[in-house]
């Protein structure tokens, strides 16, 4: 019953945050943008502070309270609308209007869009991660197996084939799709969180897990064998 409960209000704060993220960045940026230009005309009036009376340290915790209640209860309500019928209707409407807005609907779809990629479940998308030699020989970068190329093209050619997603960076909704045989790609012992990490960041934040090894390229003479981060690769070996 408890885990069942705290399951719910995961879902439901996930959900929340992948409409009020967006949203709320979206407002933000408008918010900005307006304010820089009629800054000189117009000024914002300071609210009424009912509670200017108190002392100044249980003013300071009532406001802290509030603030940190606040923005929680709106999340959870707001992912439990986006998790049942008539919420979701009333959300879809919402989000046709913003994204009709010039500026503001673009930046919208792309903060949902990296939103949904980082906060949900990929597992069931990407099978593994993968080193491929991607643009050109050489350089290599990383990609995720969605799974083997169907039979209509695969029966084309003699090697087994893989689908491989190449994702962009600092977003990875955006990639390209590649068709490479199973023979070239490096498998990672990376999990796909992993893999996001370093993508999202550019390289800057790494992860600790896994051997770390580095994949060689097909003319040298360590291809396959094992390189560890840090390390020069030794030498390729006399043929």
């Known amino acids: 019953m408890l885990r069942k409960l705290k399951e719910d209000l995961k879902n439901d704060f996930l959900a929340g945050l992948l409409v009020v993220i967006?949203?709320?960045?979206?407002?933000?940026?408008s918010y900005v943008i307006a304010t820089w230009a009629i800054d000189?005309?117009?000024?914002i009036p300071k609210q009424l502070n009912p509670l200017d009376n108190l002392h100044p340290v249980l003013l300071n915790l009532i406001n802290f309270c509030i603030g940190l209640t606040v923005p929680l209860a709106f999340i959870l309500s707001?992912?439990?609308?986006?998790?049942?019928?008539?919420?979701?209707?009333?959300?879809h409407l919402g989000e046709r209007i913003v994204q009709g807005i010039p500026l503001?609907?673009?930046?919208?779809k792309t903060v949902k869009q990296i939103l949904e990629t980082i906060l949900q479940d990929t597992e069931n998308k990407f099978r593994r991660v993968v080193l491929v030699e991607y643009p050109?020989?050489?350089?290599?970068?990383?990609?995720?197996?969605?799974?083997?190329?169907?039979?209509?093209?695969?029966k084309?050619?003699?090697?087994?084939?893989?689908?491989?997603?190449?994702?962009?960076?600092?977003?990875?909704?955006?990639?390209?799709?590649?068709?490479?045989?199973?023979?070239?790609?490096?498998?990672?012992?990376?999990?796909?969180?992993?893999?996001?990490?370093?993508?999202?960041?550019g390289g800057i934040v790494t992860p600790?897990?896994?051997?770390g090894n580095y994949p060689s390229t097909s003319n040298n003479g360590y291809r396959g064998k094992p390189l560890l981060i840090g390390k020069n690769p030794p030498p390729p070996t006399a043929r």
Do not use: H
């Open 136 to 154: 050109r020989k050489g350089i290599w970068s990383i990609g995720f197996v969605t799974g083997k190329v169907s039979d209509a093209i695969g």
């Open 208 to 211: 600790n897990s896994g051997n």
């Open 104 to 108: 503001a609907g673009a930046v919208y």
């Open 22 to 29: 967006p949203l709320a960045t979206t407002i933000w940026l």
């Open 78 to 91: 707001i992912g439990l609308m986006a998790r049942n019928i008539v919420g979701q209707w009333l959300l």
């Open 40 to 43: 000189l005309l117009t000024r």
């Open 156 to 201: 084309n050619f003699e090697k087994p084939l893989l689908s491989v997603f190449i994702p962009t960076t600092p977003n990875p909704t955006t990639g390209w799709y590649a068709i490479v045989p199973e023979e070239e790609v490096t498998t990672l012992d990376m999990s796909i969180e992993d893999a996001f990490k370093i993508l999202l960041s």
